[in-house]
């Protein structure tokens, strides 16, 4: 082969001239890295409305087989609440002493089963969502914050049913204006149980039997919050014990929604400085804590 195609097909197969580029590593960044605090905090926060789409989808997908549907977000604390009313109200005598036992134990039941599913919740969400975590990037916070989310969606339907059978059934409460601050009073048990929500699942994360442990811990707290007794009656003979229970958080809230809901009383300003050091400070704590093993989640 000669002539005009032999240089065609030399031309073709020249080497082209060699572009150099330099890449500087500095810009580049580890799949997976764990980012600035500041930062890992706004992707957060980019993410609040998916993750808040995400609750409502696990809400009303998580009750769709069941016959009853969304009623059962209702029923089982109510269940529950008859079933402390009988062994605690009436074969054990606790509601002496106690004004409107019925009120007095569901506030308790209904509040503090929030708080039981999202720990609960929370320490299984690292490890149900490994897939999720190694298919894709985002802030693994989210896993164990979109478990609190879905809760406070169905306490919404509680709260109103609670609101409802302490209005109606005797004794019968009139509510007022302190009503108002119950909903500072969730909203600080819900900081506080994110925080927690987001240990427990950093630890769980780490050491998956600690899961195994979480339900007699969590009976354990259930009787000392007094759920369905009062602590002025069983401790009267053991003040300093009486302190220290009193100190728990979950108490607190209970006491303050108490207090404005049954008693129509003005809650201690100490309850709610109490309150809100562990609600900011466990968030906090717990934050910082599930952000700085970020980049174990997916292993």
């Not at 442990?213 to 602590?231: E, K, Q």
């Not at 607190?252 to 900011?280: E, N």
Request: aromatic share 12%.
């Amino acid at each position: 082969m000669s002539g005009p195609e032999t240089g065609s097909y030399t031309a073709l197969f020249e080497a082209s001239p060699t572009t150099t580029k330099l890449v500087t590593l500095g810009n580049l960044s580890r799949v997976g890295a764990r980012p600035p605090l500041g930062q890992y905090v706004r992707l957060l926060w980019a993410r609040r409305h998916f993750l808040w789409a995400d609750a409502r989808a696990k809400v009303t997908s998580g009750t769709r087989q069941s016959l009853l549907g969304n009623a059962w977000m209702v029923l089982n604390p109510l269940l529950n609440g008859l079933a402390y009313y009988l062994i605690f109200g009436l074969l054990m005598k606790n509601a002496r002493g106690i004004d409107n036992f019925i009120g007095y134990l569901l506030i308790g039941v209904f509040l503090f089963q929030f708080t039981t599913q999202s720990i609960n919740g929370g320490a299984r969400s690292v490890q149900s969502g490994k897939n999720l975590i190694r298919a894709f990037t985002f802030p693994r916070a989210a896993l164990p914050i979109s478990v609190v989310l879905r809760n406070v969606l169905n306490l919404g339907p509680t709260l109103v049913t609670l609101a409802a059978l302490i209005y109606f059934v005797p004794p019968a409460e009139e509510y007022t204006w302190r009503i108002a601050l119950v909903a500072a009073a969730l909203a600080l048990q819900v900081m506080f149980t994110t925080g927690l929500s987001l240990l427990v699942a950093r630890w769980a994360a780490a050491l998956p039997d600690i899961q195994n442990l979480i339900g007699m811990v969590m009976r354990i707290w259930l009787y000392g919050s007094a759920v369905f007794f009062s602590f002025d009656r069983l401790l009267v003979d053991n003040p300093d014990l009486k302190v220290w229970l009193e100190a728990n958080p979950m108490f607190i809230v209970l006491d303050i929604v108490r207090d404005c809901v049954l008693y129509a009383t003005t809650p201690d300003p100490m309850r709610w400085v109490w309150l809100g050091g562990w609600a900011v400070g466990t968030l906090v704590v717990g934050f910082v804590t599930f952000w700085r093993a970020e980049e174990t989640y997916g292993r």
